[in-house]
């Protein structure tokens, strides 16, 4: 459970860091901040596991972002970090359509493609589903 707070935490942290600068808005953050040291945690590397043939991969980016999702969901409870989570409005969404937020974002925003993939999911699922 420590593990799962310390995630959403940074996450939150990211969130924040995207929101106070713009990101959400079109205005980036300082993306070579954000920069992956291992390429194989990046964006880039995470949309060619949700895009590729293999059943493992494919596995692996639905897994790591519905982890995400949920706990970007759970933040939005919170009055003090509803800001950092993600608005469902009640709605039951389906684990296709967070992989298609994610793969539609990073289709968009191939200059963030060396970011670490937290942060891409994390953009790609508050831009399509915001808490207002």
Known sequence: ???VLTAAFAIAGVAATAASTGADKG???DLAALQAKDPTVSIHSLYEQ???T???GRNFCTGYIVGIAESLGQLSLKTSTRSS???WT???IEYSASVQAFKNWAEKHPEAWGVVRYAGVMWALRETWPCN
């Open 1 to 3: 459970m420590k593990s």
């Open 27 to 29: 205005a980036w953050v």
């Open 50 to 52: 949700c895009t590729g």
């Open 54 to 56: 293999d059943l493992g």
């Open 85 to 87: 989570g993600i608005c």
């Open 90 to 92: 009640g709605q039951t």
